[in-house]
């Protein structure tokens, strides 16, 4: 079986921080999106797999995942031009695939509970043309959507509908065989003007066999700058806690907390995990880090008190206040004065500087 990641769009709903760089790559407790979708899916037995690109920035992509060899996969990159939707997505994937059968992974999706490698062991491509796992969400506007019928079984897929008849949402990772292209070349646009995946999903289901199934398993579409602030910390909560880089014996370090290789804790810093702190970061004195707090690679923290906050690579913060439910771009700059009972909660871009001011 292979495998067909969707890295194209432009990642409105992320920006600032799609101004810089393409969604997929951003940072989940220091990891790109699309690594984990690609180490998701060696794990479930698949190293052929095609990158269809899109969007802004698709050679940055291909800069940071290059020929797979690094996580023991081979990887095509597909070029899909100008994006007419996740249906014409996989259209472009048509040639690499072949006569195989392959799971469809959205980009910009995490799994855990080995779902995927479920749904590859159970997806019978003599038996089944497309294979769906649902899940219960919290808003079903926001994704395809299950309509069951007295049975439980499915009637019909609706993409983002606004009186979404259940909240039971097929999740980013699908099985197909080719039959889908036959059923993406009849489409018409939607209104939204795209090819829509739902809509094949839909006929796939109506006219021929499917595989489907519940899921209470982890699965994040890390769409939102709020998703974004979730999943770092959902991940964070959950990582094997170690320190590799050096503590001073006048640090204070409490709870679940991983110091990468490099990284110092100077004195007179508290850090309450669970924390992550990124290669050669420096949290300088008078800092209190924590809890649910990731910071990349290559940052200098003085002085603030950081919660729930996700600080990407090469950040400079100096600020003498609580920063909180933050999202701070790559390379970006904050400093001045505030009294230390002020809590802001800030969304910087990348490459920004900011200076506070009382």
């Not at 802004?56 to 940071?64: A, G, T």
């Not at 497309?130 to 007295?150: E, H, M, Y």
């Not at 509908?161 to 059923?183: K, R």
Request: net charge negative; hydrophobic share 35%; with cysteine.
């Amino acid at each position: 079986m292979k495998a067909v990641i969707l890295a194209g769009g432009s990642g409105t709903r992320l920006r600032p921080f799609t101004n810089a760089t393409q969604k997929q790559l951003l940072p989940v407790v220091n990891k790109p999106v699309l690594e984990y979708v690609i180490e998701d899916l060696k794990q479930a037995g698949i190293d052929d797999i095609g990158v269809v690109l899109g969007g802004d920035f698709p050679e940055k992509v291909r800069e940071q995942i290059g020929d797979g060899s690094e996580y023991d996969v081979s990887v095509t990159y597909i070029h899909q031009g100008d994006p007419r939707g996740l249906a014409d997505a996989v259209r472009c994937a048509k040639e690499f695939v072949g006569d195989s059968p392959f799971v469809v992974y959205f980009g910009d999706t995490i799994t855990g509970e080995n779902i995927t490698a479920e749904l590859v062991r159970e997806f019978d491509p003599n038996e089944h043309e497309v294979g769906i796992i649902l899940k219960s969400v919290d808003d079903p506007t926001r994704f395809g959507i299950a309509d069951l019928d007295g049975e439980g079984e499915i009637r019909r897929i609706l993409e983002k509908p606004d009186d979404p008849p259940t909240n039971s949402a097929y999740i980013g990772v699908q099985a197909y065989t080719p039959a889908v292209f036959d059923i993406i070349e009849d489409l018409e646009p939607s209104d939204r003007g795209e090819l829509e995946l739902t809509h094949a999903i839909d006929t796939l289901i109506s006219e021929y066999e499917a595989y489907w199934t519940e899921t209470t398993g982890v699965w994040m579409d890390v769409g939102t700058v709020d998703d974004l602030r979730k999943a770092n910390r959902h991940f964070v909560e959950s990582m094997v806690p170690e320190i590799e880089g050096d503590v001073s014996d006048r640090a204070e370090i409490t709870g679940r907390v991983r110091l990468a290789e490099g990284a110092t804790v100077e004195a007179g810093t508290e850090i309450r995990g669970p924390v992550y702190i990124g290669e050669d970061t420096s949290i300088r004195s008078d800092a209190r880090i924590g809890p649910y707090v990731t910071i990349g690679n290559q940052c200098t923290i003085r002085n603030a008190d950081i919660r729930s906050t996700v600080i990407m690579d090469g950040v400079k913060t100096e600020v003498d206040c609580t920063l909180e439910e933050s999202v701070i771009g790559p390379r970006s700059s904050l400093s001045g004065n505030r009294d230390q009972a002020t809590c802001l909660n800030l969304t910087v871009g990348a490459d920004s500087s900011i200076t506070l001011s009382d």
